[in-house]
């Protein structure tokens, strides 16, 4: 057993907080938005030039004009605004985001992330993930915990070209949740998946980590 | 006041383009892309180009065209994911390839037609975009010095604009557009609706005349949507 994608997102939706802007990446991360709880009030931004965006359009109205960083039709609320790419990363970098959830490939036990290029083989590019980890308050890491492989993803050191050195603060994966405080303190497993494990998470996990559960 | 109007994308690349020229082109995806000035790109066999743009189009629309003619020997870009085309060129060492981050990106095109020659930046500290570059510590944090970014020529795509050069741009169609269109030596628009002067609310002109040196109604527009993603609609409720 462990946690399903929908799970994830749940449980990193319990980082947001009232008032937030937040950036979600593409992927597990863009569903968090689907468990905004109720009351609360958060701001997406999307770093193509949006703030403040709303849901998936009605089949008949999308717009070409209107899309999301994932390259998905999407619509506007009354309190949404549109900016350039450069005001856009001016509010990321700038330190005016504060929370980002990104995915991942690699993560360290100091806090680096990898999630941009396989070399040899995977050639996307970082888009605006190196600015995000740099610049927004606090990064939330949201992957799965292991390679289709079998070989685990949170490492002693990454492999894998790094999006940004010592960035991330929690990582969420399918299996348990781990504060990593951006290398400043012991990575520590703070929460295991339904049905997972102690002795499953320590064998899949190359990182040492400590364990505090609540 | 000087009439910046061209009749066609054609009329309004001609005598600008030379083979080995660096090109800037708008667009995020396939949102807000010069479409008619990329086809008259095409159509002109410019080749050796250096292209400036976040992403390549995809497989057969947008700067994907100039991929697969193959007169683009270099790109400079954020994320190539969409277009298979270009990760087999790369691969293969047919295509030279520079990845910016997107913000780093924004920023040097901001910083080269604001006549700014570098900066400094948090991004990438730590990271293979920091390799070969001067890294400085300021009030105890490390940065990296990134160059301002200029181009032979920009092209872009604006919503509305008349012939003084005056541009606004709809809704996140305007990405790269505003930077773009200051850091050309030579900048042409394009634009869905060309309006005569003194129409547009002159408060909320995103991109002042002075930047754009020629400006096309576009023939054509597609606008293709590369995800089009939907909800369900609720059910109407029975009277």
Known sequence: ?214 | MADKTQKSAVDALAGRLFDGMTIMAGGFGLCGIPENLIAAIRESGTKGLTVISNNCGIDGFGLGVLLESGQIRKMISSYVGENKLFEQLYLSGDLELEFNPQGTLAERIRAGGAGIPAFFTKTGVGTLVAEGKEVREFDGELYVMERGLTADLAIVKAWKGDAAGNLIYRKTARNFNPMMATAGKVTVAEVEQLVPVGSLDKDNIHTPGIFVDSIVAGAKYEKRIERVTTRPREEKASA
């Open chain 1, 1 to 214: 057993m462990a946690w399903t994608r929908e799970q994830m997102a749940a449980r990193a939706a319990q980082e947001l907080r009232d008032g937030f802007y937040v950036n979600l990446g593409i992927g597990i991360p863009t569903l968090v938005a689907n468990y905004i709880p109720a009351g609360m009030s958060v701001t997406l931004q999307s770093e193509n030039g949006m703030l403040g965006m709303g849901p998936f359009p009605y089949e008949g109205e999308e717009d070409a004009d209107l899309i999301n960083a994932g390259k998905q039709t999407i619509t506007e609320l009354p309190e949404s605004s549109y900016f350039s790419s450069a005001d856009s990363f001016a509010m990321i970098r700038g330190g005016h985001i504060a929370l980002s959830i990104l995915g991942g490939m690699q993560v360290s036990q100091t806090g680096d992330l990898a999630n941009w290029m396989v070399p040899g083989k995977v050639v996307k590019g970082m888009g605006g993930a190196m600015d995000l980890v740099a610049g927004v308050k606090r990064v939330v890491v949201v992957m799965d915990h292991v390679e289709k492989s079998g070989a685990p993803k949170l490492l002693t050191a990454c492999t894998l070209p790094l999006t940004g050195a010592r960035v991330v603060d929690l990582l969420i994966t399918d299996l348990g949740v781990f504060d990593i405080a951006r290398g400043k303190a012991p990575l520590t497993l703070t929460a295991l998946a339904d049905g997972v494990t102690l002795e499953e998470i320590t064998a899949k996990t190359e990182a040492r980590f400590e364990v505090a559960l609540a």
